[in-house]
């Protein structure tokens, strides 16, 4: 058993409402706006959250302040809506007008009244037995991408579903790998640009070889692929050792961003396959990068790699966040991310190059960067072999493993979940690869950094300079994304059940709502008629309970399994 189970509430399954009735189908529908292009374009500014981190920067960042420092205290609970599934719940509700579309883990979606909690419609997907044994770190799903009248799912039996977001109804459904049990899954949320579904794969556990795939938002024909890992005779090509390129995975298993004013996807590949990197010597291109496409035919402009040669399972999938800040008194477009390895990087975005590193938590196996060379640099000390175990940090979760960070264009802050973790990790004798069997070759047990207790920390990090501004330290680790807010708010859930709404500025806690489980799932804000609501899905699951191992698993013991959703908002006035 992966972590211990409480009892699950009677009332696990039942929707429950604090103002208005959630239960039952009846009441009219409410009205569904066309997303287009435009609004896609100007998602900054609309009242609803259209898109995974509600805008293509990725930024999390909403400007409204009707909930703001003064008054967040008096937050209440709006509604609830319950699913009963025992696994981890990711994703950030979508909001378009007043309809709310919502995933869960397995792939269910359903569609809730935005204002109420009344229930509009609801799928739930038939899921092959094979397909499930070989997804790695929880059933998740990260939401849906809205465009036109539709809602798109990405699936974790490798499928784009396009459903009417009125009612549910499926439209088209695409599958982009047609082979279950080898491995290849989807987990992120799809993002729409320029009338095309873009999503990428996951699966460098199991030995795939990632892509990124363009599908056309009507018909869910393809029109363009590429591989994270490219064959020899492709450009970059030829840095995997013969074949092995053809299972060197790559994953691309978060949602990318997009700059549209040079109509660029930055987009994160994840790790090499296998883990013990003397099996493939070489810089493992794209691995470990971040890449960014031509969005008309995936064209790979630029990449910039944080760790060539990965042998630790740190990723460069967290979704790079985009940002205009000024650096040493010049403009600078930027993309910044808190990677994996530890390290928090800035980037031009316009040409991958490097503008400034700071490691935000214990790191020993990466250790800094060379511009000259645009490669990363790491200890050979700190690399297994086959029979060696090496000490290092961090341990494979990353200093941030997937959970977003938000940026705040009033404070310059990025607002990074932490973990601060270690490994003994050891190299094993190197077996073949098998499709659908674990391509490794490694063993780890995470350990606490040297002198720490906790696990986590919630951190804000000056974008321009790469300093610590705040943090604010747990005992678990912090595995939930952030959201900001105009109303100078920074909102965050933890594991030990509680949700939070921090000072951007200075990091106090204005506000706590203790939830009935964990929180993984992305905090999103939008507005309905004027009144500003906070929702968040609570449902404890994820990689931390599944690879904490012998040390980390205690501090979760007693979390209750099962999904909630909360929306909140401040009193109606009377």
């Known amino acids: 058993m992966r972590y211990t189970l409480t009892a699950l509430a009677a009332s696990l399954a039942v929707a429950l409402t604090l103002e208005l009735p959630a239960s039952g189908d009846g009441g009219a529908t409410p009205p569904y706006p066309a997303v287009t292009s435009q609004r896609l374009l100007d998602a900054a500014h609309d009242d609803g959250w259209l898109m995974y981190l509600r805008t293509y920067s990725g930024q999390g960042h909403a400007p409204f302040s009707a909930i703001n420092t003064g008054n967040v205290a008096r937050l209440r609970v709006v509604f609830t809506h319950d699913v009963s599934i025992p696994e981890g719940f990711e994703a950030p509700p979508i909001v378009n007008g007043r309809t709310m579309i919502v995933t869960t883990p397995l792939d269910r979606v359903y569609a809730l009244d935005a204002t109420n909690g009344r229930k509009l419609w609801e799928y739930d997907r038939s899921l092959p037995k094979r397909q499930l044994r070989t997804v790695c770190c929880d059933m998740v799903n990260r939401g849906v991408a809205l465009y036109g009248t539709s809602a798109y799912l990405a699936t974790l039996d490798n499928h784009v579903v396009a459903l009417d977001a009125r009612n549910g109804n499926v439209i088209w459904d695409k599958a982009v790998y047609p082979k279950p049990g080898e491995g290849y899954a989807m987990t992120l949320a799809p993002l729409v640009v320029d009338g095309m579904v873009l999503v990428g794969e996951s699966g460098g556990e199991f030995g795939i070889r990632g892509f990124i ?3 056309d938002a009507a018909s869910g024909d393809e029109k363009w692929r590429t591989y994270t890992i490219p064959g020899p005779h492709a450009p970059n090509g030829g840095t995997y050792p013969g074949n092995s390129y053809l299972h060197g995975g790559g994953g691309a298993w978060l949602t990318g961003t997009y700059d549209a004013q040079t109509h660029t996807l930055l987009w994160g590949v994840g790790n090499p396959s296998p883990w013990l990197a003397t099996e493939r010597p070489g810089r493992n291109l794209y691995s470990d990068s971040v890449i960014a496409l031509d969005v008309a035919t995936g064209h790979v402009k630029w990449y910039f790699q944080q760790t060539p040669n990965d042998t630790w399972d740190y990723d460069a999938t967290n979704t790079p966040v985009l940002a205009d800040v000024r650096i040493a008194g010049r403009p600078r477009k930027v993309f910044y991310q808190a990677a994996r390895n530890g390290w928090f990087y800035v980037v031009d975005r316009t040409n991958g190059d490097l503008i400034g590193l700071t490691p935000f938590t214990k790191t020993t196996g990466v250790t800094g960067y060379d511009r000259r060379r645009r490669i990363g640099l790491t200890d050979a000390k700190m690399r297994p072999q086959a029979g060696k175990s090496v000490f290092t940090c961090p341990a494979f979760f990353g200093g941030d493993n997937w959970w977003p960070y938000s940026f705040d264009p009033q404070t310059g802050y990025a607002y990074v979940p932490t973990m601060k973790t270690c490994m003994m990790l050891s190299g094993l004798k190197p077996q073949p690869f098998q499709a659908g069997a674990q ?5 780890f047990v995470v350990q606490h950094v040297p002198g720490m207790t ?28 952030t959201l900001t807010t105009d109303g100078g708010l920074v909102f965050s859930g933890t594991p030990d059940r509680k949700f939070y709404a921090f000072d951007a500025k200075t990091g106090k806690v204005l506000w706590t709502y203790h939830t009935r489980s964990g929180i993984i799932g992305v905090p999103v804000t939008y507005r309905v008629d004027g009144r500003q609501y906070v929702a968040v899905q609570s449902g404890w699951g994820g990689v931390s309970p599944f690879y904490g191992g012998k040390n980390m698993v205690p501090a979760f013991r007693g979390i209750p399994l099962g999904g909630r959703l909360y929306v909140f908002a401040l009193p109606k006035a009377t």
Do not use: C, K
């Open 213 to 215: 795939v363009a599908l």
């Open 439 to 443: 391509y490794v070759d490694e063993s």
């Open 454 to 481: 906790g696990w986590g920390a919630l951190q804000a990090i000056d974008v321009a300079t790469g300093r610590r501004m705040w943090s604010f330290d747990t005992a678990q680790p912090w595995n939930d994304g």
